[in-house]
Every structure is written in structure tokens, then in C-alpha cells.
């Protein structure tokens, strides 16, 4: 069910006119994906990117991998 509501988000972010890294990055910073976050950083992604809720990568870091958290912020503030 998990995968089947994040590809319907995906979806409706991109219909929605978000840039496809930028949604590859809130789905990154949710998951606590580092080394994904950092590469997509560099590629361009907007940190300050916002999702049908309004929540940005920060509300969402770690949010499926608690104890990444901490990191997913440093990464994403430091792109800020």
C-alpha cells in the first residue's frame, strides 16, 4: 500500500508542475537517503521544494528512518 500511495503522490506532485528532482528529493529526505539527498542536492534539487501538504524536506526528513533525522536537516540547511 505504501508504494502504491508514494506513486500517487509522486504523481499528483508532478501534475502539480514540481521539478522531478525535487520530488525525487522529498521522497529522499522522508526515506533518510543520504547518499541519494547529496546527489540530488548537487544535481540542482530545491531544498525549500514543498509537497501537496505544504511540508518541505525538512518536515520530512527521516520521517520513514528516524535516525537519519538529524543528518537529512544538516545536508538539506546546509543547501539552504
Known amino acids: ?4 500511495c ?3 503522490s509522486a504523481d499528483a506532485l508532478l501534475e502539480a508542475g514540481k521539478h522531478p528532482i525535487d520530488v525525487i528529493l522529498l521522497f529522499a529526505a522522508a526515506e ?7 546527489e540530488i542536492l548537487e544535481a540542482g534539487a530545491d531544498p525549500k521544494v514543498t509537497d ?3 511540508k ?3 518536515d520530512l526528513a527521516g520521517a520513514s528512518n528516524p535516525g537519519k533525522k538529524d543528518v537529512v536537516i ?3 540547511k546546509a543547501k539552504m
Open 1 to 4: 500500500w505504501s508504494t502504491v
Open 6 to 8: 508514494s506513486l500517487l
Open 32 to 38: 533518510g537517503d543520504t547518499p541519494k539527498i547529496e
Open 52 to 54: 501537496m501538504d505544504g
Open 56 to 58: 518541505t524536506p525538512i
Open 74 to 76: 544538516e545536508m538539506l
